[in-house]
């Protein structure tokens, strides 16, 4: 497995007391080196504008990229940029794609970026709920625009629904987009009505829910629908903060559900995409879940590698 990472992702500083602090991507870089030392690690480059430009508007690009900060720039209520922002965007960004291209490759079945911002709120035109650029999203249009593939999927279990990539997605059948997510929830969309053109499944999980909720939700509706779907690679927006202990969120997993969903994304992968796989980290907000969360999900993909 590749682990994707660079220093300038802890360099986006969204201001103190914010949950999504750099302090998130140190703890999952040290519980992860700890764990697995044998991983091949990889500095992320930094994307290409055109490569953001196929899921964002320029207005958008320009606006991350090119505004003077300094202190802090308000996007809105909670996504800002500083000095370092527009280097970290671009790097957790360049992480999907350098990733993509490995497992295009055949270099690794499996990769991991390791990377902040997070990203899948971000949607063609806004940055918004601490996301710059859509790095899901970035990597699964490189997929289809540079390497041709017409099946390419995102799983999603981050607590909150990924109403960015849903949103870049909903009319392009060559991306599937399924999510788990609570709700209710920041930012209110997911509703298991909401299909785009075939090509979306979202499943709620109410307020307190635990894993049986959770593998249910997975094995009973996502789970066969990303089967049907035969992806030819498998991107995963993996956020941790469905863990009892997350501060934003009230959903009840333990780490131990995230090994047992890893394992079965990446089992289906094994299936249908030749193993190909890349996980790229979105939410979670205490660091203890983070470390623990963030193994036991590379952990499961292991386990099916
Ligand atoms: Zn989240």
Redesign the pocket.
Known sequence: MLLYTHTACLEHDPGPGHPECPARLEAVLHAVRAAFPALDWRQAPEAPRDALLRVHTRALVESVLDTKVEGQHRLDEDTLLSPGSAAAALRAAGAGIAAVDAVMAGEARQAFCAVRPPGHHATGGTAMGFCLFNSAAVAAAHAVHAHGLHRVAIADF???HGNGSQAIFAGDPRVMYLSSHQAPLYPYTGDPAERGVGNLANATLAPGAGGAAFRAAWGERLLPELEAFRPQLLLVSA?F?GHRLDPLADLALEAEDYRWLGRELAALAGRHAEGRLVSML??GYSLAALRACSVAHLQGLLDAA
């Open positions: 981050d607590v909150h956020g903060d979105e939410g």
